[in-house]
């Protein structure tokens, strides 16, 4: 599955960005979500969504700053991203499960990935 991300940028702290993410379908019974991985660090789920159910995820660290939504029609995923931190900075990719039925924020559900858009956080 081909996943193409964009909008990340530059901001400074306590500012805002929104990531887009495009698929070339749309599948309601596949987990789809936005992942992170920051210099040195491992990656992280921030945020997931499970199309069929309108069930959605989050981090602890982003819960109530970030939103994930969808179009449908249009096929794109969408994060959300208000207040932002420098501990945000990371590249963000956006995900889709690997399996049908299986969602949250383990990241071992996530099996295509798109190529990352870099978002950078200043102080």
């Known amino acids: 599955v081909q996943l193409a991300e964009s909008g990340g940028g530059s901001v400074q702290a306590g500012g805002s960005l929104r990531l887009s993410c495009t698929a070339p379908?749309?599948?309601?019974?596949?987990?789809t979500g936005w992942i992170r991985q920051a210099d040195g660090k491992e990656r992280e789920v921030v945020a997931s969504?499970?199309?069929?159910?309108?069930?959605?995820y989050y981090a602890d660290a982003v819960n109530g700053r970030f939103t994930i939504s969808r179009d449908n029609a249009k096929r794109t995923l969408y994060l959300q991203m208000n207040n932002l931190e420098p501990e945000d900075t990371a590249m963000y990719f956006c995900?889709?499960?690997?399996?049908?039925?299986?969602?949250?924020?383990?990241?071992?559900?996530?099996?295509?990935w798109g190529q990352g858009t870099q978002v950078t956080v200043s102080s």
């Open positions: 995900a889709r499960g690997s399996k049908p039925g299986h969602c949250g924020l383990p990241i071992h559900i996530f099996g295509s």
């Open positions: 379908a749309y599948d309601p019974y596949y987990c």
């Open positions: 969504t499970y199309p069929y159910n309108d069930d959605t």
